[in-house]
């Protein structure tokens, strides 16, 4: 990363903390008079109405899209008085969207991901069919899968959908995912039903790297080790981003994959951003979580996912 474009990013930043700062003490203020009109609420209520505005503002500034994942100086805040704001910038395509891969019938990666979770490979051959018989249209069982018949002879109504699934949660009905869950009781973070498919090479783990890609541990962590610059820590300004695949054909030449495939499979920039904000009030916290599409004419973002705790 070149001095000058540094110092570009720098100067940039620092116009960008204070439109942070500005966005976020209105807010604040703004909640502490709305505060202070429903103190009989209680303290707590009141710091939770506090830590969502901070989140709120934190929604705002992942939306600008000169805000980069990196600039730890605005996303991440702290105010004094035990108030802070966190926010994650990451692409969608750090994650499998699962609905591309069984309409593309892409057995591959999940028995890989799978694998890497310890499931076993019959286990694997079930629930991916599973899998298929959910979001496929007809009634038709394959031949490890699971179809009305077998979820209401386990007492499950209604199931499976036959359409594509409308959220990750949603997975957690199908048969042979508890199994899974099980194992990795995290496995909703490798997932999403949003962007193009692409797997994001500037943002995807290790792990999601060698299910999609076919690559070794040791050629994954190389990867992620390199885009993270010399502090070993991502996202930090020090970062080493890829610009285009054909960057990384000294490690996909050991993709386990036919030639070409898993380039295929690669992008360098996610078509859709996920921004995790949280607001922290003393011990109070609260998270937004959000999804979101730029639109084409260059205008306000198409929100895919907004959700609260």
């Given at each position: 990363?070149?001095?000058?474009?540094?110092?570009?990013?720098?100067?940039?930043?620092?116009?960008?903390?204070l439109?942070?700062?500005?966005?976020?003490?209105?807010?604040?203020?703004?909640?502490?008079?709305?505060?202070?009109?429903?103190?009989?609420?209680?303290?707590?209520?009141?710091?939770?109405?506090r830590?969502?505005?901070?989140?709120?503002?934190?929604?705002?500034?992942?939306?600008?899209?000169?805000?980069?994942?990196?600039?730890e100086?605005?996303?991440?805040?702290?105010?004094?008085?035990?108030?802070?704001?966190?926010?994650?910038?990451?692409?969608?395509?750090?994650?499998?969207?699962?609905?591309?891969?069984l309409?593309?019938?892409?057995?591959?990666?999940?028995?890989?991901?799978?694998?890497?979770?310890?499931?076993?490979?019959?286990?694997?051959?079930?629930?991916?069919?599973?899998?298929?018989?959910?979001t496929?249209?007809?009634?038709?069982?394959?031949?490890?899968?699971?179809?009305?018949?077998?979820?209401?002879?386990?007492?499950?109504e209604?199931?499976?959908?036959?359409?594509?699934?409308?959220?990750?949660?949603?997975?957690?009905?199908?048969?042979?995912?508890?199994?899974?869950?099980?194992?990795?009781?995290?496995?909703r973070?490798?997932?999403?039903?949003?962007?193009?498919?692409?797997?994001?090479?500037?943002?995807?783990?290790?792990?999601?790297?060698?299910?999609?890609?076919?690559?070794?541990?040791?050629?994954?962590?190389?990867?992620?080790?390199?885009?993270?610059?010399?502090?070993?820590?991502?996202?930090?300004?020090?970062d080493?981003?890829?610009?285009?695949?054909?960057?990384?054909?000294?490690?996909?030449?050991?993709?386990?994959?036919p030639?070409?495939?898993?380039?295929?499979?690669?992008?360098?920039?996610?078509?859709?951003?996920?921004?995790?904000?949280?607001?922290?009030?003393?011990?109070?916290?609260?998270?937004?979580?959000v999804?979101?599409a730029?639109?084409?004419g260059?205008?306000?973002?198409?929100?895919?996912?907004?959700?609260e705790?």
């Open positions: 990363m070149s001095i000058l474009r540094h110092s570009s990013r720098r100067g940039a930043a620092l116009l960008l903390v439109w942070a700062i500005a966005i976020i003490s209105f807010s604040v203020v703004w909640v502490a008079n709305v505060v202070n009109l429903e103190l009989e609420s209680g303290t707590s209520e009141a710091a939770g109405l830590a969502r505005g901070i989140a709120l503002s934190g929604v705002a500034l992942g939306l600008h899209p000169s805000v980069k994942r990196d600039d100086a605005l996303l991440k805040q702290d105010f004094g008085n035990g108030e802070r704001l966190e926010v994650r910038l990451r692409g969608e395509g750090a994650r499998l969207n699962i609905n591309q891969l309409a593309s019938q892409d057995r591959i990666t999940l028995k890989n991901l799978f694998a890497l979770w310890e499931l076993p490979s019959d286990e694997a051959d079930r629930l991916i069919d599973a899998l298929v018989d959910w496929d249209k007809d009634d038709l069982r394959l031949f490890n899968g699971a179809e009305r018949q077998d979820y209401e002879a386990a007492g499950i209604n199931a499976p959908s036959n359409r594509p699934f409308r959220s990750v949660a949603e997975m957690a009905g199908v048969r042979g995912l508890d199994e899974l869950a099980r194992l990795n009781p995290e496995w973070d490798a997932f999403t039903i949003f962007g193009d498919g692409l797997v994001d090479v500037n943002e995807a783990s290790s792990e999601i790297l060698q299910a999609a890609a076919g690559l070794t541990p040791e050629m994954a962590d190389q990867i992620v080790a390199w885009r993270s610059g010399p502090d070993g820590v991502e996202p930090t300004e020090d080493v981003r890829f610009e285009s695949i054909e960057e990384l054909e000294g490690w996909l030449v050991a993709s386990s994959l030639a070409g495939q898993a380039a295929a499979k690669l992008t360098t920039e996610s078509s859709v951003k996920r921004i995790d904000s949280r607001g922290l009030v003393g011990d109070r916290a609260w998270l937004i979580s999804v979101a730029p639109s084409e260059g205008g306000q973002a198409s929100y895919l996912l907004w959700e705790q």
